[in-house]
């Protein structure tokens, strides 16, 4: 089976980023109507966007409930940024449940949390590398962060299961570009002794590392596709537990193709809140698109990420309510959307949204 795969065909409820909240996660799917086994009366079929672990209180548990979906057919589902993070043995910002070296460092932003045996490890593992990164058909796609076709065709002949072993030849090739930035790299972080990860310490912008990460993402196909379009960026900001030096950008606006994709990954808002309250210091590139509007040069791409995985911030900050938070599904076809917390609402286009408001 390719990287790429079928859709099933009839009616879908698309899940956007969990993040280990469990509790949202269970009431969002009462409140599309499925049981505790994943039946819907209505036929209908669950598809999960990805990124379903760090940074809430129960990755492990979120992960069980997908895997004994999916696997009983269910549900489908794709890889997002950070299982491949945990596939790369990367350990990174809220993955202290799975990672022993991120525990302690993660405990005073995230804890408490679940965190997964050790002999629990292998089998979730074997899971993560079954799934895909994309799902298709006629009417319409599903990844992660980015469809862009060029880097589609390069992973569609690949089998499942291989993600890992791709991963590494396309990092290493990279890397064999980007030699010569290694001195200037080490350089940088020299005369910055605070690090990358500290919040409080600004560094200056370090165009070694622009330049590295820029060709890094860029020139592996998983990482565009699983993290996005991202280009160097003007200045230092942080996002993500690290100071960047290279943005997301909204690759929709140079999507071409007329079937609709459905993505997760960009932490849209419904209501507004101040993004930098979840350490998101990058770009809003929802700023001027309403949460119920598609997006896009054609108006046929919607992020169904609400945001769920800051909710960390509203349990270590009462002023910061936990309602600004949400877990989201797309229903498809009826493009309506439905929120854990009960609050159902129709999306429209987001061309159609821009011709209805009056002219300045």
């Not at 950070?82 to 043995?89: A, F, P, T, Y």
């Not at 396309?170 to 930035?181: D, F, G, K, P």
């Not at 949460?291 to 910061?320: E, L, M």
């Amino acid at each position: 089976m390719s990287l790429i795969q079928q859709l099933p065909s009839g009616p879908l409820d698309i899940i956007g980023d969990v993040h280990g909240e469990y509790e949202a996660l269970c009431n969002l799917l009462q409140h599309l109507g499925y049981d505790a086994e994943g039946n819907h009366q209505d036929g209908r079929t669950l598809v999960f966007v990805g990124d379903f672990c760090d940074r809430g209180p129960d990755s492990p548990a979120v992960l069980v409930l997908v895997e004994r979906l999916v696997r009983s057919g269910k549900a489908r589902a794709v890889l997002g940024n950070h299982e491949m993070n945990l596939l790369r043995g990367s350990a990174k910002d809220g993955s202290g449940w799975f990672f022993d070296e991120r525990q302690a460092w993660d405990a005073p932003k995230y804890a408490p949390f679940q965190r997964l045996a050790a002999e629990k490890k292998e089998e979730l593992i074997a899971f993560l590398l079954s799934l895909p990164i994309g799902l298709e058909r006629e009417d319409l796609r599903v990844v992660h962060a980015a469809w862009v076709e060029e880097h589609i065709q390069a992973i569609r002949p690949l089998p499942v299961g291989s993600v890992i072993e791709h991963d590494s030849q396309w990092n290493e090739a990279t890397h064999m570009r980007a030699v010569e930035l290694k001195a200037a790299m080490r350089e940088e972080l020299a005369k910055h002794p605070p690090g990358l990860e500290d919040p409080h310490h600004q560094p200056p912008f370090m165009s070694a590392h622009a330049s590295h990460d820029a060709m890094m993402q860029m020139h592996n196909p998983l990482r565009v596709l699983t993290s996005g379009v991202e280009r160097e960026w003007h200045t230092s900001f942080y996002s993500g537990g690290k100071w960047r030096f290279v943005g997301r950008m909204p690759w929709w606006n140079e999507y071409d193709a007329h079937i609709p994709v459905v993505v997760g990954h960009y932490w849209r808002r419904y209501d507004s809140f101040d993004r930098s309250q979840v350490g998101k210091g990058d770009a809003d590139l929802f700023e001027d698109t309403k949460p119920w509007s598609w997006h896009g040069k054609h108006g046929n791409v919607y992020c169904v990420d609400f945001s769920v995985g800051g909710r960390w911030a509203a349990r270590k900050n009462p002023q910061f309510p936990v309602s600004n938070y949400k877990l989201a599904a797309l229903r498809w076809p009826e493009r309506s959307l439905q929120f854990d917390d009960g609050h159902m609402m129709l999306t429209d286009s987001f061309l159609e949204a821009k011709a209805s408001q009056p002219e300045k």
